[in-house]
């Protein structure tokens, strides 16, 4: 059961350059979300799904997209790459259950130069 | 929006000695959940210790425990005999449970204490 596959484990882009995070689940998670990891500030909401064709924004999307095809596959799309996103993203997923833990992935982390 | 607070950003321990880790958080809702994660060098987020808002009683892990203390949005984490694998970064989280608000499902996660264990 490989849970939540973020890819790539590591990617460095020039500012400008879009690119696509890919995170895919096997355990059949309804809920899906990305989020971003920068020091002293924890993990903030940057994109969020309840299903296949649903999506909604978090506290900081701006610059990202995302879109959700299928049940498993939830990728993070960065349209023109800036330094201010040079960060650690997560992918994770969880059941619909009021209390379901969520699965992380591995993260990646991207570094805009 | 709520907001979660975790006031120190280091803490240290000695091996097999006892730590608490501050957290407190700020929401109008009563029905909600609360987390601790745990972040070791690898980078993977481990759930640690779950609570639901409408439990009176602590929620209790092995040798991990809570102190919920809900009109005093108050949510610490307990570590006793402490190891030296329980060193990591901690993360505090907050997830309302009140379907129909724009803040439902999301995690909003607190600034992280970073734990060491001396031997």
């Known amino acids: 059961n490989a849970g939540v596959t973020q890819t790539p484990k590591f990617q460095v882009l020039k500012t400008g350059q879009s690119m696509t995070l890919q995170c895919a689940q096997d355990?059949?998670?309804?809920?899906m979300s990305w989020y971003r990891q920068d020091p002293g500030m924890g993990l903030r909401l940057i994109h969020y799904?309840?299903?296949?064709?649903?999506?909604d924004q978090g506290e900081v999307p701006n610059g990202y997209n995302v879109s959700r095809s299928t049940t498993e596959d939830f990728p993070l799309r960065l349209l023109s790459a800036a330094p201010s996103q040079t960060s650690v993203y997560f992918c994770?997923?969880?059941?619909?259950?009021?209390?379901?833990?969520?699965?992380f992935g591995q993260g990646t982390r991207l570094t805009v130069v | 929006a709520q907001t979660v607070t975790q006031s120190q950003p280091e803490m240290s321990v000695q091996e097999a000695e006892t730590v608490t880790l501050s957290c407190t958080y700020d929401t109008s809702e009563s029905d909600y959940y609360l987390f601790w994660y745990k972040q070791p060098p690898s980078r993977q987020m481990i759930l640690v210790i779950r609570q639901e808002a409408y439990k009176q009683q602590n929620a209790t892990e092995n040798r991990f425990s809570v102190n919920f203390q809900k009109a005093a949005k108050s949510f610490s984490l307990k570590i006793s005999d402490s190891q030296l694998g329980d060193a990591a970064m901690y993360f505090c989280a907050y997830r309302s449970a009140s379907s129909g608000g724009t803040s439902y499902g999301k995690l909003t996660f607190g600034q992280g204490t970073i734990l060491t264990v001396h031997p």
């Open positions: 355990m059949n998670h309804e809920y």
């Open positions: 994770a997923s969880r059941t619909r259950d009021r209390g379901a833990e969520a699965f």
């Open positions: 799904s309840v299903g296949a064709g649903i999506t």
